[in-house]
């Protein structure tokens, strides 16, 4: 499987980006779809998640970010970001949990799998 992002870009406080990140490969079945965000010398966050029909969000991002999915033929998560602010600034990463069957006993295997990261920069 593998996710490759688009999107990222510099823009100034106030203003909006949307992320996208298109998935390729084989899944079985797709546990969690989200948006990760790192800055330097900093762990991985989440900023936002969706896992069927619920979503999860990182609460500096509430009520400005949304994310959504597109789960047919090809396999997209998207990320609207609005009311973007300089400390937003950060190399976003898509993500993907899934899982595949393995053998004809119908043994399953959960993976997970990283995008390469697109920077957003937010200037004041």
């Known amino acids: 499987v593998q996710l490759v992002e688009s999107g990222g870009g510099l823009v100034q406080a106030g203003g909006s980006l949307r992320l996208s990140c298109e998935a390729t490969?084989?899944?079985?079945?797709?546990?969690?779809m989200g948006w990760f965000r790192q800055t330097p010398g900093n762990r991985r966050e989440l900023v936002a998640e969706?896992?069927?029909?619920?979503?999860?969000y990182a609460d500096s991002v509430k009520g400005r970010f949304i994310i959504s999915r597109e789960d047919y033929d090809k396999k997209y998560v998207y990320l609207q970001m609005n009311g973007l602010k300089p400390e937003d600034t950060a190399v976003y990463y898509c993500?993907?949990?899934?899982?595949?069957?393995?053998?004809?006993?119908?043994?399953?295997?959960?993976?997970?799998?990283w995008g390469q990261g697109t920077l957003v920069t937010v200037s004041s």
């Open positions: 490969g084989r899944m079985d079945s797709i546990n969690a």
């Open positions: 993500n993907i949990k899934y899982t595949v069957i393995v053998n004809v006993e119908g043994a399953r295997r959960d993976l997970e799998v």
């Open positions: 969706v896992t069927g029909g619920s979503t999860n």
